[in-house]
T-cell receptor, first 114, second 113 residues
């Protein structure tokens, strides 16, 4: 069964520092992978997605992620953190079993220190 | 283009009561999914509706039920509410051709006392 593991429930970085949020997936078929961001008291906003093709995916707000099949990873990075990046981040894999659903990781809370 | 909307924003119920949550899908999207997000957790898939029929369900009991209407809007109904049903309920819609991307609404925060 497809699953997602996010390493680190809480990540704290300084403003201007590199952001690295880790995601590993388990899938028996080529996966569709997603990163979503959730600000307090809001729904989920898509940051970026990998379906096929280029393994380095660029998203909104300066984020990018690299699909590494050999490592079953899809880590999210941003070169320079901004205070507005503080939020909860979710990695997800798309699963088709009758319905097409998203299976989410537990989430990583990103805190930015001034 | 109007995004996914949900109502109400917040809701407080007592144990044993019934609740109905509503979702309007994004224009042109004919597939709607519902997710439950407990505090500190990732969203969990409840079920999906396509052309007014449920076509997939997660690990939720039958007291969680839904409807989809001809205009693709949807309802989530929960009977015999339990304390553990307290969560953020998210609705997501999907376009027929962009089938791998789901667009989420802002959610309904349900508190069961």
């Amino acid at each position: 069964a497809q699953s997602v593991t996010q390493l680190g429930s809480h990540v704290s970085v300084s403003e201007g520092a590199l952001v690295l949020l880790r995601c590993n997936y388990s899938s028996s078929v080529p996966p569709y992978l997603f990163w979503y961001v959730q600000y307090p008291n809001q729904g989920l906003q898509l940051l970026l997605k990998y379906t096929t093709g280029a393994t380095l995916v660029k998203g909104i707000n300066g984020f990018e992620a690299e699909f590494k099949k050999s490592e079953t990873s899809f880590h999210l990075t941003k070169p320079s953190a901004h205070m507005s990046d503080a939020a909860e981040y979710f990695c997800a894999v798309s699963v088709t079993q009758g319905a097409q659903k998203l299976v989410f990781g537990q989430g990583t809370r990103l805190t930015i220190n001034p | 283009e109007t995004g996914v909307t949900q109502s109400p924003t917040h809701l407080i119920k007592t144990r044993g009561q019934q609740v109905t949550l509503r979702c309007s899908s994004q224009s042109g999207h004919n597939t709607v999914s519902w997710y439950q997000q407990a505090l500190g957790q990732g969203p969990q898939f409840i079920f999906q509706y396509y052309r007014e029929e449920e076509n997939g369900r997660g690990n939720f009991p039958p007291r969680f039920s839904g409807l989809q209407f001809p205009n693709y809007s949807s309802e989530l109904n929960v009977n015999a509410l339990e304390l553990d049903d307290s969560a953020l309920y998210l609705c997501a819609s999907r376009a027929p051709l962009l089938s791998n991307e789901q667009f989420f609404g802002p959610g309904t925060r349900l508190t069961v006392l």
